[in-house]
């Protein structure tokens, strides 16, 4: 495809689409170049350089994040809503928890979901640095538990890049951590529960344990809510 009939929308669209399939490690402008049937001099005509093309491609999908009505009676139900739809959005592009933490990124697709959040608390009567500290920590919050599901993403390609099968290395790994937690009564007690079965994983329903843990011991005003 000669690079007068590339646009910046399909440039981003195929971005966003080859780091689900290979993550931030398998983006380049050749492979990019590829998938759109263009030389990677074409898509130079349209992002400066990779570091570019991720925040653009980060923006994207910040987009798909819906944002609910705000609602002052409901304000824990908002922010559940705003929360559940980012941990959704990062675990179909499980590549943006590790550019979050090797990128500087920004865009009105972050600026939108961020502007939205702080509203969520400010409407309950949250003052602004009340709102700006709760909104941090729900993010904070939502990234932590996220980052489980990039890290097996990008352990899986690493491992299958290198010709070794993913799972049963980390069969392997996980046998070894058992062993380590003989000595251990806790660790050996749970050893058998579905939290040991896989890597990174937690007990079922942590995430919305953890969520409604947080927003409860919200308060505006340090008043009760």
């Known amino acids: 495809m000669p690079r007068d ?5 399909q440039i981003v669209r195929t971005a966003v689409e080859l780091l689900d399939d290979e993550g931030l490690e398998g983006l380049n402008m050749r492979s990019l170049g590829k998938r759109l049937g263009a030389a990677a001099t074409a898509v130079y005509w349209h992002v400066k350089n990779k570091d570019d093309l991720v925040l653009l ?6 987009h798909e994040v ?7 009676a409901d304000w824990r139900g908002v922010a ?7 941990h959704a959005m990062l675990v179909r592009h499980p590549w943006l928890v590790q550019a979050i933490g090797s990128h500087l ?4 697709g972050k600026a939108r979901y961020d502007d939205h959040l702080l509203g969520v608390f400010e409407t309950a009567g949250f003052a602004a640095q009340e709102a700006d500290r709760a909104a941090g920590a729900l993010v904070t919050y939502v990234l932590g538990n996220a980052l489980g599901a990039s890290a097996v993403t990008s352990l899986t390609r690493k ?7 993913a799972e049963e290395q980390f069969k392997e790994t996980l046998a070894r951590a058992a062993q380590v937690a003989q000595p251990f009564p806790r660790l050996r007690a749970r050893l058998d529960t579905a939290a040991a079965t896989g890597h990174g994983d937690a007990p079922d329903g942590t995430y919305a ?3 409604r843990a947080l927003l409860d011991g919200l308060r505006p005003g340090g008043a009760e809510g």
């Open 159 to 165: 491992v299958r890049r290198a010709g070794g099968d």
């Open 57 to 62: 491609a980060a923006d994207r999908v910040w």
């Open 5 to 9: 009939t590339l646009t910046p929308e």
């Open 209 to 211: 344990a953890g969520l």
């Open 80 to 86: 559940t809503a705003m929360a559940d739809r980012l």
């Open 105 to 108: 990124l920004y865009g009105t």
């Open 66 to 72: 819906e944002l609910p009505a705000l609602d002052a």
